[in-house]
C-alpha cells in the first residue's frame, strides 16, 4: 500500500483521478484505439467538464505518454523479475507473452502501429532501453549463428543506443534483436486474430520459435 503520511488530501485526490483518467482512456483504447482517445469523452464520462479535466492533464499527448510509460514500466520490471530469478531468454519469452496476453490493448499500444501524431519524449525511449537490456543481457551467451554477417556490421556500436550496453558486441547485438523481431512477429500475428481458425495452438508455435532461437527444447507453456 502506498505511504499516505507525507501527502496531502489534494495530492490524493489529484493522484486518485489522474488514476482513473488512465482506466477511462484503457477503455476508450479497447474500444476504439489509441488515435481515437478523446479527454473531453473521458470528461464527460467522469461527470467534468473538459477545462476541469485538463488540470489533470493537459491534452491527449500527455496522456498517452503515461500510458506509455506505465506499459514500459510494466514490462521492464516483468523483466527484472525474471532476469533475478536466473530466468535466461526462454524465461524472457514467456514473460512478454504472458504480458502481452494479460492486457493486449497494453501491448499494442507500446508495439503496435505508431498513434498518428504523437511523438514520445526521451524518456520513454529510456524506458524502453531497459527491456533491451534485459534481452541483450540474456542473448549475449548465446552460441554465434556462424561467420559475422551484413547486419552484424550495421550493429557495430548500437548497444548504447537502443541498450544500456555501450559495449556490447555486434553478434550479441544481432541475435538480441533476431529473438526480438521473431517473438514479437508470432506475439503480434496472435494478438492480432490472424491465426484464429487455422486449427493450431498459438502458444506452441512461439514455443517452436523460442526452441528455433536458442537450439533447445523449451518447456512447454502453461494454456
Not at 537490456?133 to 551484413?150: E, I, N, Q, R
Request: glycine residues 10%; contains cysteine.
Amino acid at each position: 500500500m502506498a505511504e499516505t503520511g507525507t501527502t496531502t488530501p489534494r495530492e490524493r485526490y489529484r493522484a486518485q483521478v489522474r488514476a482513473e483518467v488512465k482506466e477511462r482512456a484503457w477503455e476508450q483504447i479497447a474500444t476504439a484505439g489509441a488515435s481515437a482517445l478523446s479527454l473531453n469523452a473521458i470528461a464527460k464520462q467522469m461527470g467534468m467538464s473538459g477545462p476541469a479535466l485538463y488540470r489533470y492533464f493537459a491534452g491527449r499527448d500527455e496522456l498517452i505518454t503515461e500510458l506509455v510509460r506505465d506499459a514500459y514500466r510494466s514490462l521492464a520490471d516483468a523483466f527484472r523479475a525474471t532476469s533475478a530469478d536466473g530466468g535466461g531468454l526462454t524465461g524472457l519469452a514467456h514473460t512478454l507473452r504472458g504480458w502481452a496476453l494479460e492486457d493486449p490493448q497494453r501491448y499494442f499500444l507500446v508495439y503496435g502501429t505508431p498513434v498518428p501524431g504523437y511523438h514520445a519524449p526521451d524518456d520513454v525511449t529510456t524506458l524502453a532501453s531497459q527491456i533491451m537490456t534485459a534481452l541483450l543481457d540474456a542473448c549475449a551467451d548465446l552460441p554465434a549463428d556462424g561467420p559475422p554477417s551484413p547486419l552484424a556490421a550495421d550493429l557495430e556500436g548500437l548497444g548504447g543506443r537502443w541498450a544500456d550496453r555501450p559495449a556490447a558486441s555486434s553478434a550479441a547485438l544481432g541475435r538480441a534483436l533476431t529473438c526480438w523481431t521473431r517473438l514479437h512477429g508470432v506475439l503480434s500475428l496472435e494478438l492480432a486474430g490472424h491465426f484464429t481458425g487455422m486449427g493450431f495452438d498459438p502458444a506452441l508455435l512461439f514455443a517452436a520459435e523460442l526452441d528455433s532461437l536458442t537450439g533447445a527444447s523449451t518447456p512447454r507453456p502453461a494454456r
